[in-house]
């Protein structure tokens, strides 16, 4: 069975202060692993897909890089715009369809 | 571009009373999905379409859980009769379904809060 595991599962930072939020995941045979951005009160909102080791990707102050069991989202000089949940979450080459399976997230609390 | 609706937005019933989420996905996508958000977890996948077929409702509770998509646009989720445990988020999102690229990106809609009392 596939399975995603986020950590830490909240995390506070001051404003400009740089972390790395971690997935890790076992899965038969990665298809892609996705990166979301979930608001209070809202959808989860797509950031990234990763689809094999060694690959980055980036976006503002946020990048994403993957290796065979682990994919990590470091967030560069954070602004408290970038609180939310950040969810990850990984197809299986064998799932039915674009079936993804999800972490349970990590909140990010970014202040002032 | 219109994204994902959803309606209602919030519901709270009765345990054993029946509900129905509705969903319309953007136009001209083939993939829909129900999601299931609890609070505190990601979501987690109960029934995608493709068009108007069942892919894969491995995860749906089908002895109260039933979902329809008829013409293969707008699909509606009914529980029946909702236990205190359907407490949660549920997420309709879509994607275009075309083969290539095979990873391709799933908007999802804003939810529906469903409470169970």
């Known amino acids: 069975e596939d399975q995603v595991t986020q950590s830490p599962e909240a995390l506070r930072l001051q404003e400009g202060e740089s972390s790395s939020l971690n997935c890790s995941y076992t899965v038969s045979g990665l298809r892609g692993l996705f990166w979301y951005r979930q608001d209070p009160g809202k959808g989860p909102e797509f950031l990234f897909t990763?689809?094999?080791a060694g690959e980055e990707k980036e976006k503002e102050r946020l990048k994403a890089t993957l290796t065979k069991k682990e994919s990590f989202l470091h967030i560069t000089a954070p602004k408290p715009e970038d609180s939310a949940t950040y969810l990850c979450a990984v197809q299986a080459a064998r799932a039915a369809g674009n079936k993804l399976t999800f972490g349970g997230g990590t909140r990010v609390l970014v202040k002032p | 571009e219109a994204g994902v609706a959803q309606s209602p937005r919030y519901k709270i019933i009765e345990k054993r009373q029946s509900v129905a989420f509705w969903c319309n996905p953007i136009?001209?996508?083939?993939?829909l999905y129900w999601y299931q958000q609890i609070l505190g977890q990601g979501p987690k996948l109960l029934i995608q379409?493709?068009?108007?077929?069942?892919?894969?409702d491995s995860q749906l509770p089908k002895d109260r859980f039933s979902a329809e998509r008829l013409k293969g646009v707008d699909s509606t989720l009914k529980i029946q009769p909702a236990k205190l445990e359907d407490s949660a988020v549920y997420l309709c999102?879509?994607?275009?379904?075309?083969?290539?690229?095979?990873?391709?990106?799933?908007?999802f809609g804003p939810g529906t809060r469903l409470t169970v009392l």
């Open positions: 990763l689809y094999s």
């Open positions: 379409f493709q068009n108007n077929g069942v892919v894969d």
């Open positions: 999102a879509s994607s275009t379904g075309t083969p290539t690229p095979l990873y391709n990106e799933q908007f």
């Open positions: 136009s001209g996508h083939a993939t």
